[in-house]
Nanobody, 122 residues
Framework: QVQLVESGGGLVQPGGSLRLSCAAS????????MAWFRQAPGKEREFVAA????????YYADSVKGRFTISRDNAKNTVYLQMNSLKPEDTAFYYC???????????????WGQGTQVTVSS
C-alpha cells in the first residue's frame, strides 16, 4: 500500500512557476513508477508526466513538454513537478499517482493522492 500526499499548489500569474511535491509513505517507493495527472472543471483527468522507478526515463504530455519537469528523490520518497511558463489552461487540480508500470494511462495507476489546486490567473 502506498499513500500519497501532494503539496505546493496555489495561485500564480501567467508566465510564472510552481513546484509541486508528492510525498509517499512506505518503504517501497523506489519500486513504483510515478506520474502526475490533472483535472480541470468539467474535463476528464489527463496525463501530465511520468517518471520511471529510478528516474532514468521520463515522459510528458505534448501540452507541457518543454515547460514542466518531473523528478524524484527516492531517498526522500518524494516526486516533484516543476512547472514553468504557466498558462491559464494549466489551471486544474493536480494529482500524483503510483504504478508498478511506467505509462501514461490512468488505468495503469493503482494509488492516488488527494490532489492540489493550481490556478494560473492574472
Amino acid at each position: 500500500q502506498v499513500q500519497l500526499v501532494e503539496s505546493g499548489g496555489g495561485l500564480v500569474q501567467p508566465g510564472g512557476s510552481l513546484r509541486l511535491s508528492c510525498a509517499a509513505s512506505g518503504r517501497t517507493f523506489s519500486s513504483y513508477a510515478m506520474a502526475w495527472f490533472r483535472q480541470a472543471p468539467g474535463k476528464e483527468r489527463e496525463f501530465v508526466a511520468a517518471i520511471s522507478w529510478g528516474g532514468g526515463r521520463t515522459y510528458y504530455a505534448d501540452s507541457v513538454k518543454g515547460r514542466f519537469t518531473i523528478s524524484r528523490d527516492n531517498a526522500k520518497n518524494t516526486v516533484y513537478l516543476q512547472m514553468n511558463s504557466l498558462k491559464p489552461e494549466d489551471t486544474a487540480f493536480y494529482y500524483c499517482a503510483a504504478s508498478q508500470k511506467f505509462g501514461s494511462r490512468r488505468s495503469e495507476y493503482d494509488y492516488w493522492g488527494q490532489g492540489t489546486q493550481v490556478t494560473v490567473s492574472s
